[in-house]
């Protein structure tokens, strides 16, 4: 999937503001700016633009909870583009650009199966979470880590490989059995 567009209706600090994505070439994009300039809350509105708005949220600055508004337009790998927005309410909070209500379903063929907790850990690294990480890196442990550290050596799936090395190493050797090939 790839983020075109980030629509910030009403939102934190913001009102009406776009951000543009796009390109002709994948890649990454990193996000900077000086303290309070709306970093972290780009990232949140995304994390709800994916996920839905919470019942309670600290991100009504200057707008009610009943006029927050994002939007984003997604790519998925097959070129289809979708756009939407997201209102905070409990039920039919997701809807089209005329303001049609829309089938969260629809989210699926650019979601592939991705969770919450999995967008948080893996795009949506703030501050603390890459100090923990990075720790976590230096300490062998932990999803943080492991997401990082598997980004960073272009490996999809750090956890799978880990478990296969432990598979492996339990055939060849267990403290307490006779049978395997280093006992």
Same mark, same amino acid.
């Given at each position: 999937? &790839?983020?075109? @567009?980030?629509?910030? @209706? !009403?939102?934190?600090?913001?009102?009406?503001?776009?951000?543009? *994505?796009?390109?002709?070439?994948?890649?990454?994009?990193?996000?900077?700016?000086?303290?309070?300039?709306?970093?972290?809350?780009?990232?949140? !509105?995304?994390?709800? /633009? *994916?996920?839905?708005?919470?019942? @309670?949220?600290?991100?009504? *600055?200057?707008?009610?909870?009943?006029?927050? &508004?994002?939007?984003?337009?997604?790519?998925?790998?097959?070129?289809?583009?979708?756009?939407?927005?997201?209102?905070?309410?409990?039920?039919?909070? /997701?809807?089209?650009?005329?303001?049609?209500?829309?089938?969260?379903?629809?989210?699926?063929?650019?979601?592939?199966?991705?969770?919450?907790?999995?967008?948080?850990?893996?795009?949506?690294?703030?501050?603390?979470?890459?100090?923990?990480?990075?720790?976590?890196?230096?300490?062998?442990?932990?999803?943080?880590?492991?997401?990082?550290?598997?980004?960073? !050596?272009? /490996?999809?799936?750090?956890?799978?490989?880990?478990?296969?090395?432990?598979?492996?190493?339990?055939?060849?050797?267990?403290?307490? !059995?006779?049978?395997?090939?280093?006992?």
């Amino acid at each position: 999937m &790839r983020i075109n @567009r980030l629509y910030l @209706r !009403a939102f934190g600090p913001f009102t009406d503001v776009e951000l543009d *994505f796009s390109s002709a070439f994948p890649g990454l994009h990193i996000v900077y700016g000086d303290n309070e300039a709306g970093k972290s809350s780009c990232l949140w !509105a995304l994390n709800y /633009l *994916f996920f839905g708005i919470p019942p @309670r949220t600290e991100y009504n *600055f200057i707008h009610a909870y009943d006029k927050l &508004r994002i939007g984003g337009h997604l790519e998925n790998d097959a070129g289809q583009g979708l756009t939407f927005y997201r209102r905070k309410k409990m039920k039919a909070d /997701l809807f089209d650009e005329h303001d049609h209500p829309m089938d969260p379903s629809c989210l699926e063929p650019f979601f592939q199966g991705m969770e919450k907790e999995m967008f948080e850990s893996l795009y949506g690294i703030g501050h603390e979470a890459l100090v923990r990480g990075g720790q976590d890196i230096l300490d062998q442990k932990g999803d943080v880590g492991q997401a990082i550290f598997a980004a960073g !050596a272009g /490996l999809t799936s750090l956890h799978k490989v880990l478990e296969e090395l432990e598979d492996e190493a339990g055939t060849l050797f267990k403290p307490q !059995a006779s049978r395997p090939d280093i006992n």
